[in-house]
Nanobody, 125 residues
């Protein structure tokens, strides 16, 4: 029922910026928590950033101060703005929706119910 559509990935040089987006069907979108995860080759999927039902934001220590996540409920869209990108940010980035949990951001992938297809972010050194 819920299909997330991600876009905005690409190839950038270190220090550059990207703005990703994730569009979801309505269905009281504003009441759900949205998370972003990334997975590098051979690595486990890790939490990057999240935004809860009241638009409070949460960030992994590795991206704090560089990434900003926001949501536009009228457009059913969440936007991670990624600045000062580093080669270690290279990964496939996934948007996820947490259907249950009172709209609270969770840190584990298993806590999310719906996922996007992933968008590749590659940062060259």
């Amino acid at each position: 029922q819920v299909q997330l559509v991600e876009s905005g990935g690409g190839l950038v040089q270190a220090g550059g910026s990207l703005r990703l987006s994730c569009v979801a069907p309505g269905r009281t979108f504003s009441s759900y928590a949205m998370g972003w995860f990334r997975q590098a080759p051979g690595k486990e999927r890790e939490f990057v950033a999240g935004i809860n039902w009241s638009s409070s934001t949460y960030y992994a220590d590795s991206v704090k101060g560089r990434f900003t996540i926001s949501r536009d409920n009228a457009k059913n869209t969440v936007y991670p703005q990624m600045n000062s990108l580093k080669p270690e940010d290279t990964a496939v980035y996934y948007c996820a929706l947490r259907f249950i949990g009172r709209g609270v951001v969770a840190l584990k992938p298993a806590e999310y119910d719906y996922w996007g297809q992933g968008t590749q972010v590659t940062v060259s050194s």
